[in-house]
């Protein structure tokens, strides 16, 4: 549960297993830019072509060093930590709204192993998705994007909600 620069990190990666011995062996540090980037990059150019640009938040591991650098190497377009804009709510509406309210609809009660935590995500995942047909911040191509990947019309924003 600790970032590259040792210290404890909420956010971080949780790690399911029946013991301590097992955590500690399937807790190793694995390097970000051997599975995280390299997934971001491939599904950013099978969404967007080369049209597309990476912005990462102020996440001590994304300010790293070799993030950055790695950043800049194989992203099309990528925005460095010196040019990132302030934290704004009308940036990221995703970051702001749709993830709190996606967690809100998780009864962390009922997570008691991998199995449930995914029928949990899955139940959550069927609410938000109302939420984000009626949020105004949905943007047209994203609906468009999501309307040819899932073969079938998407309700476009309706109403202004409290996203």
């Known amino acids: ?24 062996k399937a ?3 694995f390097p970000v830019g051997n599975y995280v980037l390299p ?32 950043c800049q190497e194989h992203f099309p377009t990528f925005i460095d930590e010196d040019h990132w804009p ?3 709510p009308d940036l990221n509406p995703l970051d702001y709204c749709i993830w709190d309210e996606f967690v809100g609809h998780i009864n962390w009660n009922n997570v008691q192993s991998k199995v449930t935590l995914i029928r949990e995500l899955k139940r959550a995942v069927k609410k938000i998705r109302l939420l ?9 191509d994203i609906v468009n ?17 409290k996203c």
């Open 1 to 24: 549960m600790f970032d590259i620069d040792e210290m404890y990190n909420s956010q971080n990666d949780r790690i399911w297993t029946v013991n301590r011995q097992e955590a500690d």
């Open 27 to 29: 807790g190793g540090v």
């Open 39 to 70: 997934v971001a990059l491939k599904y950013g150019n099978e969404l967007f072509g080369n049209d597309w640009i990476f912005q990462q938040d102020n996440a001590t591991p994304h300010t790293h060093i070799l993030t950055q650098q790695w």
């Open 86 to 88: 302030p934290n704004s």
């Open 132 to 140: 984000m047909k009626t949020s105004r911040f949905v943007d047209y």
């Open 145 to 161: 994007l999501m309307e040819n990947k899932l073969g079938g019309p998407v309700e476009k924003p309706l109403s202004n909600n």
